[in-house]
């Protein structure tokens, strides 16, 4: 799977849209582009994923460039819940055991401030 | 989304001793489970992968017959940490796909909290 590359952390206001950004510039044809994240002390939660269009979601928006090499995940309206650790994962899609694991990075820290 | 319930959520155990913790779905048939291990300010790591009915592959450096993974059902795959010691105290997190019809994205556990004392 393609390596991503994110910032360790981030600050935003509470109220203000937050913009995650990921680069992964090695990223392959068949390959989608995932987000999740992890709130302390819990299991990641499903976000949103794309492979080259740009989605949006009750929770999310992802905006992918048009070389695919870096992608925004953006949080319209940042709450404090949203406080958590943000994970950005390229992978293709398969049905064929072992290709399906999701390979996490660092993720950004994301810090919503009242 | 789909649900995925690990228990226990916290497990306090002796030097020594083997710790089950079960992970399963609750609304959907999971054919593939994905365990992974997080330590504090670190990211997942994954553990071993498993597909029901069969046995599980584990990645490497990860000593198979040390985390004992079944997963004998659709909705239900078990960890079993032998002869636990306190550098296995950790974040396990357990994942499940299903697979009706095509591609579905993966669904986590709450996690559970071992410590080794």
């Known amino acids: 799977d393609a390596k991503t590359t994110q910032p360790p952390s981030m600050d935003c206001a509470e109220g203000r849209a937050a913009n995650l950004p990921c680069n992964h510039s090695t990223i392959s044809g068949n390959e989608y582009v995932y987000w999740y994240r992890q709130i302390h002390s819990q299991g990641p939660q499903y976000i949103i994923h794309?492979?080259?269009n740009n989605e949006t979601n009750e929770m999310a928006s992802l905006i992918i460039t048009e070389d695919r090499k870096s992608s925004t995940l953006i949080l319209p309206h940042a709450t404090l819940r949203d406080t958590a650790v943000y994970y950005c994962i390229v992978r293709a899609r398969s049905l064929i055991q072992g290709a399906q694991k999701l390979v996490f990075g660092q993720g950004t820290r994301l810090t919503i401030n009242p | 989304g789909a649900v995925v319930s690990q228990h226990p959520s916290r497990v306090i155990c002796k030097s020594g001793t083997s710790v089950k913790i079960e992970c399963r779905s609750l609304?959907?048939?999971?054919?593939?489970m994905f365990w992974y291990r997080q330590f504090p300010k670190k990211s997942l790591m994954l553990m071993a992968t498993s597909n029901e009915g069969s046995k599980a592959t584990y990645e490497q450096g990860v000593e198979k017959d040390k985390f004992l993974i079944n997963h004998a059902s659709l909705t239900l795959s078990t960890l079993t940490v032998t002869s636990a010691h306190p550098e296995d105290s950790s974040f396990y997190i357990c994942s499940a796909r299903g697979s009706w019809g095509g591609y579905t994205e993966a669904f986590f556990g709450q996690g559970t909290r071992l410590t080794v004392v």
């Open positions: 609304d959907f048939q999971a054919t593939t």
């Open positions: 794309g492979l080259k």
